[in-house]
Nanobody
């Protein structure tokens, strides 16, 4: 069983930064691909970023490119999302998710691919 716990959300002004963390329990973290998604009320959950277990390849939504950075520390069983130059449109509940390593990394863009989810952390960006 894999459990995920996000932290690091909060209230920040536009242009500011936050770093989200996702602590993962279980011995298989190092062989799981990890993703970050976000959701606002009335909207579907959307992909933000992902990182593979093998070679640490990263993938980003267009809205995140150039501003967000996903990384992982396998020794700490933790995945991070560094968010810079935040905008009010980034306001959402952010979720981390995990799945056993995928042969086709394009699957990582889809929430249905992931097997495990955290409870989410609220990010609010004020204008």
């Amino acid at each position: 069983q894999v459990q995920l716990v996000e932290s690091g959300g909060g209230l920040v002004q536009a242009g500011g930064s936050l770093r989200l963390s996702c602590a993962v329990s279980g011995r298989t973290f190092s062989t799981h691909d990890m993703g970050w998604f976000r959701q606002t009320p009335g909207k579907e959950r959307e992909f933000v970023a992902a990182i593979t277990w093998h070679l640490g390849r990263t993938y980003y939504a267009d809205s995140a490119k150039g501003r967000f950075t996903i990384s992982r520390d396998n020794a700490k069983n933790t995945v991070y999302l560094q968010m810079n130059t935040l905008k009010p449109d980034d306001t959402a509940v952010y979720y981390c998710a995990a799945v056993r390593g995928q042969w086709d990394s394009s699957n990582l863009y889809y929430g249905s691919t992931y097997e495990y989810w955290g409870q989410g952390t609220q990010v609010t960006v004020s204008s």
